[in-house]
């Protein structure tokens, strides 16, 4: 311990730390020794051939979700994927403050009500829409978990599902691990266009239309106040459900956004999705579904069957968070800090990339970047990751075929505006088209 210059507190600590990772066991009364090697008998492999029989062809594809939820392994990658704020742009302090108070109540570790704290509950709904009853609104752990729950209590397996083209990749991810079949409704930067939805209805039968309204996810397109009567219109004609994903109510860059699709729906027709979790941090996994009628009892009774509750330690947190000043003086300089990043990005990419066409968005974490025709979106992301940056591209956004090249590149998870700069350079030096 002296060669090391380490106290004894150090080391208990280090064998500790060691002992949960299971590198060493501790035997009482003997010593610590190093522990055995977890490992079949050299000669004797596993067999798992059996299961590629027993498993089918049931695959769950997450393909296009790891570069927006991993961190870059090297310290010099920057990631224009990630789909998390930076840590410099997180609540920190109040992060902390809201965890430390939830801990403190006397109740922190009771068992919450399964639909979630009403308190909680309440401020969801209030958020959403003026009038939405609390008791229609369903805790749930983040906005994936949210997805997975709503597809599989609207759209039976086999059956389509209808969505904006380009879309979210874990949107789709979900719905196909669901037995779904995504059907792509074409978009443009006014949202998913009305015409086309109401042929996806008539042609495929199809009971549910999933959309983002606003901020979309990976266009930044906000639907056009013309267009949403009549998404809602052409729902109501086909006897079906819209589900509105609104992950990024809380990341407006300039203007409040528009109302949710909701606030308009008085036939229970819109089940809405929202989370805190992109305002926050990663690790604040607390969404919420807004539901009314009969899919409202479903949705209580899938979140039964699938984990029971939210913990409400995590719950608790959250209703801190959001219910103290600290929480709207947060959004302020989040919405300025995200507007100021896209602008940066953008005007490096024109500078920089100027075959590149981008659209500064009035929200959201990302640029949609169309590249040159003809240019390759998956050689691109390859020759800009071994260039030391992350990005993610088009292909996985479209349920089928894309109808040309690109890249999403969020703006959200550098470190700083000057890496923002930095990304493009490197994105320009390793691609053919600039």
Known sequence: MQARHVSPLTVSRALADLSREGVLVTRPGAGTYTAEPQHRQAGHPADYWWQTVALADRAVDAAGLSPMADPPQADDVISLAAGYLHPSLMPQAALRAALARAARLPDAWD?????????????????????????DVLITSGGQSALSAVFRALVPAGAPLLVESPTYPGALAVARAAGLRPVPVPADRDGVIPAHLAEAFGRTGAQALYCQ????????????????PEVLSAAASARAFVIEDDFARWLPHAAQPPPPLLGSDN?????????????????????????????????RALRAVDDLFVARPLQEAALELVSRPAWPRHLRTLSQALGSRAAT????????????????????????????????DVATAEAARVAGVVVMPGRPFFPAEPPG??????????????????????????????
């Open 267 to 299: 036939d229970g027709r819109v089940v809405y999705l929202t989370s805190l979790t992109k305002a926050a941090s990663p690790s604040l996994r607390i969404g919420a579904v807004i539901a009314r009628g009969p899919v409202a009892d479903r949705l």
């Open 111 to 135: 068992r919450p009500p399964t639909a979630g704290l009403p308190g909680l509950r309440s401020w969801f709904g209030q958020a959403a829409a003026p009038g939405v009853d609390a008791r």
């Open 405 to 434: 090249p690109y890249l999403r590149l969020a703006f959200c998870g550098a470190a700083s505006e000057a890496e923002l700069v930095t990304a493009v350079s490197r994105l320009a030096a390793a691609t053919r088209f600039s």
């Open 213 to 228: 309204p606003t901020y979309h996810n990976p266009t930044g397109a906000v639907l056009a106040a013309t267009r949403r």
């Open 345 to 376: 990005l953008a005007s490096a990419i024109t500078r920089l990339l100027p075959d590149v066409d981008v659209q500064l968005p009035r929200g959201g974490m990302h640029l949609w970047a169309r590249l040159p025709a003809g240019t390759d």
